[in-house]
């Protein structure tokens, strides 16, 4: 691209890395690069970017995975227990930054008057800027609920705390207030689903996740916009009610045919980031909390038969997971989670926990950026916990993980009525996979409410007990979080923002960090955490 190395310094500027000298853009230019990268290029590269750090081992499966209890680490486990990586913190919030400047390189091709009909080869105009601002928000979205304020950008809104992305701003762009974010990409998300032409694609080629489908991203906007709101229900109720009527009456998430997901490929080189990190190594199994859920020993549900596609039985091997030919089983006793936070899980026997199934482990998983059930439950929830949207988000989330109908049928006959812990439980579950999510609404709600917690003593099952070496044999242990903060009795409420702010932009992160009630710690919460 002309401008490549110019993109490139908007990135670090955004990042805190260093700002760029005009002078050096012909010395940096490459002849043999087109002019422009055709656009459709850029989105299928910048939603597999996303996806592929957001969702890997460290960002998700040593971070909001274990938290969130779904899955738990088979040695060490110290993040589980919070210790997380820094380096962790530094990639969500570094690349989040680098793949928004090629979002807005595919905005300004197609605001450009000397690219925009170039651009519109591969696809309409404004439904590529559309698609492109839904994906920002998502972005922003997560980015702003792990740390609260941060440096961002908005396509349609003029706001002098708006810096990120800007090559006219200095290299240390002030930190919008999260509360601004909330309410401009509530805007993003509408304005986006109204200027989108559901009757020309989106992009051509190179849509990963719609397949260009315009109608399936202007719901997605939609259903976005609900999700955004639904966060807000604690400290802005007629905002959150307002905003989630206006979604529902524009058109939102239909079935799981709508489901956003990002699509892998077989091959290794383009499969899924946890299918990449299985390659190698074997660090994951499905966490004993969220098993004793669906096996009906916690929570008020019975046995739920997701089980059997979210897990594998205990008789599975890795490799067995990873070729698909374990044999499945229906019986609820050969499933087993591993111990959560527990320090000796590397001395477990690997026959006595249920690794992750090969629905999951597998190089073409598409990861869910969003799905019909939780809109369904976002609706439950905004009509005071109503029973049919309640049973239609279940449904589906059974239906989406191949549940046979008539399990699906005998299990919502059930069901317990619908309240804000059954509502919010089965939510959970229909979040597997889909942490990050699951973390935001935990944080807001405090449900599910089948987790362990510090303090909380764990007892372990007959199988796992006996398989430990007699100097590593317990029958239980008591969850410590790690020494991040004696303080720590809870979830975290946040990520402390990465270190090297503090030299490259101390000034904007201090005045950030200010405005947190414990400061740059984990136990800062956040405005709209209030239960």
């Given at each position: 691209m002309?401008?490549?190395?110019?993109?490139?310094?908007?990135?670090?500027?955004?990042?805190?890395?260093?700002?760029?000298?005009?002078?050096?853009?012909?010395?940096?230019?490459?002849p043999?690069?087109?002019?422009?990268?055709?656009?459709?290029?850029?989105?299928?590269?910048?939603?597999?970017?996303?996806?592929?750090?957001?969702r890997?081992?460290?960002?998700?499966?040593?971070?909001?995975?274990?938290?969130?209890?779904?899955?738990?680490?088979?040695?060490?486990?110290?993040?589980?227990?919070?210790?997380?990586?820094?380096?962790?913190?530094?990639?969500?919030?570094?690349?989040?930054?680098?793949?928004?400047?090629?979002?807005?390189?595919?905005?300004?091709?197609?605001?450009?008057?000397?690219?925009?009909?170039?651009?519109?080869?591969?696809?309409?105009?404004?439904?590529?800027?559309?698609?492109?601002?839904?994906?920002?928000?998502?972005?922003?979205y997560?980015?702003?609920?792990?740390?609260?304020?941060?440096?961002?950008?908005?396509?349609?809104?003029?706001?002098?705390?708006?810096?990120?992305?800007?090559?006219?701003?200095?290299?240390?762009?002030?930190?919008?207030?999260?509360?601004?974010?909330?309410?401009?990409?509530?805007?993003?998300?509408?304005?986006?689903?109204?200027?989108?032409n559901?009757?020309?694609?989106?992009?051509?080629?190179?849509?990963?996740?719609?397949?260009g489908?315009?109608?399936?991203?202007?719901?997605?906007?939609?259903s976005?916009?609900?999700?955004?709101?639904?966060?807000?229900?604690?400290?802005?109720?007629?905002?959150?009610?307002?905003?989630?009527?206006?979604?529902?009456?524009?058109?939102?998430?239909?079935?799981?045919?709508?489901?956003a997901?990002?699509?892998?490929?077989?091959?290794?080189?383009n499969?899924?980031?946890?299918?990449?990190?299985?390659?190698?190594?074997?660090?994951f199994?499905?966490?004993?909390?969220?098993?004793?859920?669906?096996?009906g020993?916690?929570?008020?549900?019975?046995?739920?038969?997701?089980?059997?596609?979210?897990?594998?039985?205990?008789?599975?091997?890795?490799?067995?997971?990873?070729?698909?030919?374990?044999?499945?089983?229906?019986?609820?006793?050969?499933?087993?989670?591993?111990?959560?936070?527990?320090?000796?899980?590397?001395?477990?026997?690997?026959?006595?926990?249920s690794?992750?199934?090969?629905?999951?482990?597998?190089?073409?998983?598409?990861?869910?950026?969003?799905?019909?059930?939780?809109?369904?439950?976002?609706?439950?929830?905004?009509?005071?916990?109503?029973?049919?949207?309640?049973?239609?988000?279940?449904?589906?989330?059974?239906?989406?993980?191949?549940?046979?109908?008539?399990?699906?049928?005998?299990?919502?006959?059930?069901?317990?009525?619908?309240?804000?812990?059954?509502?919010?439980?089965?939510?959970?579950?229909?979040?597997?996979?889909?942490?990050?999510?699951?973390?935001?609404?935990?944080?807001?709600?405090?449900f599910?409410?089948?987790?362990?917690?510090?303090?909380?003593?764990?007892?372990?099952?007959?199988?796992?007990?006996?398989?430990?070496?007699?100097?590593?044999?317990?029958?239980?242990?008591?969850?410590?979080?790690?020494?991040?903060?004696?303080?720590?009795?809870?979830?975290?409420?946040?990520?402390?923002?990465?270190?090297?702010?503090?030299?490259?932009?101390?000034?904007?992160?201090?005045?950030?960090?200010?405005?947190?009630?414990?400061?740059?710690?984990?136990?800062?919460?956040?405005?709209?955490?209030?239960?």
């Open positions: 002309k401008n490549k190395f110019i993109i490139l310094c908007m990135s670090l500027l955004v990042s805190g890395f260093y700002s760029c000298d005009d002078g050096l853009e012909d010395l940096n230019s490459n043999n690069e087109p002019e422009v990268v055709p656009t459709n290029n850029i989105f299928a590269y910048s939603t597999k970017r996303f996806t592929d750090f957001s890997d081992a460290f960002n998700t499966g040593r971070l909001t995975l274990p938290w969130m209890q779904y899955w738990g680490q088979t040695a060490y486990a110290d993040e589980d227990r919070f210790l997380y990586r820094e380096t962790a913190a530094q990639s969500i919030y570094q690349n989040t930054y680098l793949v928004a400047t090629d979002l807005k390189a595919i905005l300004d091709q197609n605001t450009n008057p000397e690219t925009r009909d170039g651009a519109a080869a591969y696809g309409n105009n404004d439904n590529q800027i559309a698609a492109s601002r839904i994906m920002l928000s998502y972005m922003f997560e980015l702003t609920n792990f740390f609260g304020d941060i440096p961002y950008y908005s396509y349609g809104t003029e706001n002098e705390s708006f810096q990120a992305l800007s090559v006219n701003n200095s290299s240390s762009p002030v930190f919008a207030s999260q509360e601004d974010i909330y309410t401009d990409i509530l805007k993003e998300l509408r304005e986006s689903a109204d200027m989108i559901p009757n020309e694609p989106a992009f051509i080629s190179g849509d990963n996740i719609f397949n489908d315009a109608e399936k991203w202007r719901r997605f906007a939609n976005l916009r609900m999700r955004v709101a639904n966060n807000l229900r604690g400290v802005d109720l007629a905002t959150a009610n307002a905003e989630i009527d206006d979604a529902i009456a524009d058109g939102v998430m239909q079935s799981n045919d709508d489901n997901a990002q699509t892998y490929a077989t091959a290794d080189d499969a899924s980031p946890l299918w990449i990190a299985h390659i190698t190594r074997t660090d199994a499905v966490a004993a909390p969220f098993v004793q859920l669906l096996k020993e916690k929570g008020n549900f019975g046995p739920d038969p997701r089980l059997f596609e979210m897990a594998a039985p205990i008789s599975a091997s890795i490799d067995e997971v990873k070729n698909g030919t374990y044999e499945r089983s229906v019986n609820y006793d050969d499933y087993l989670g591993i111990p959560y936070a527990f320090r000796n899980t590397n001395f477990l026997d690997r026959t006595t926990y690794f992750m199934s090969s629905k999951v482990l597998k190089p073409d998983y598409k990861e869910v950026l969003m799905e019909y059930a939780e809109v369904q439950f976002i609706i439950s929830e905004r009509n005071g916990f109503a029973q049919e949207n309640y049973v239609n988000g279940v449904t589906a989330s059974m239906e989406r993980w191949g549940v046979d109908p008539a399990e699906i049928t005998s299990f919502v006959s059930n069901l317990p009525a619908a309240s804000q812990e059954t509502v919010l439980n089965q939510k959970y579950i229909a979040l597997y996979m889909q942490a990050h999510q699951a973390y935001a609404d935990y944080r807001r709600t405090s599910p409410n089948t987790i362990v917690l510090p303090g909380e003593t764990v007892q372990l099952p007959a199988e796992q007990i006996a398989g430990l070496a007699p100097d590593n044999r317990v029958e239980s242990y008591i969850f410590e979080a790690g020494p991040v903060d004696p303080s720590v009795t809870e979830i975290p409420f946040r990520l402390r923002y990465p270190q090297i702010l503090q030299t490259l932009n101390g000034t904007n992160r201090s005045e950030a960090v200010a405005k947190l009630p414990n400061g740059d710690l984990i136990t800062s919460k956040l405005f709209w955490d209030v239960n």
